[in-house]
């Protein structure tokens, strides 16, 4: 079971380690992690008022990055340890995170175009594909996803 708490200070050094083990496959692919690790400064470029940390019993596992603003979420960014990874934790906290913003009616994500096992991820949570973007800095190409919620 996922426990989802607000990223402390003290929890960013083991995040960050964390994060560049996640997207490690992605950088090997494209050369570069997604924009929210800033590797100069070894810390994450949203601020630490949007990151939760994630749990499995008292470990931490992963985080993730959230904003709302009225009736509308974004979730930025989740990333997981790879051995905590394909084992429903992912799934288990975004529905949890969903949970726990009642008032939020529509979800955005984003994900890389070329992630199609993210693709059917995000599907499964009933996320929608509803437009593509182009990061210039770094030439990728990402899926915008979204949820309705009743």
């Not at 810390?43 to 994630?54: C, M, N, R, V, Y």
């Not at 070329?114 to 800095?137: A, Q």
Request: hydrophobic share 35%.
């Amino acid at each position: 079971m996922v426990t989802i708490k607000k990223m402390r200070k003290k929890d960013v050094s083991i995040l960050y380690k964390i994060a560049l083990r996640s997207f490690q496959s992605d950088y090997e692919k494209y050369g570069v992690y997604p924009l929210l690790i800033n590797l100069k400064k070894k810390k994450f470029i949203p601020p630490i008022i949007f990151g939760k940390t994630l749990f499995a019993e008292d470990v931490i596992i992963g985080g993730m990055f959230v904003a709302r603003l009225g009736k509308k979420g974004e979730i930025g960014a989740i990333f997981l340890d790879t051995p905590y990874q394909h084992k429903g934790y992912g799934k288990e906290a975004i529905l949890a995170v969903e949970r726990s913003y009642p008032k939020v009616k529509k979800w955005k994500l984003e994900t890389l175009s070329s992630n199609y096992e993210l693709h059917c991820f995000n599907e499964s949570l009933g996320y929608v594909k509803t437009g593509e973007i182009l990061d210039k800095k770094s030439g990728m190409n990402g899926f915008v996803y979204e949820k309705n919620v009743e």
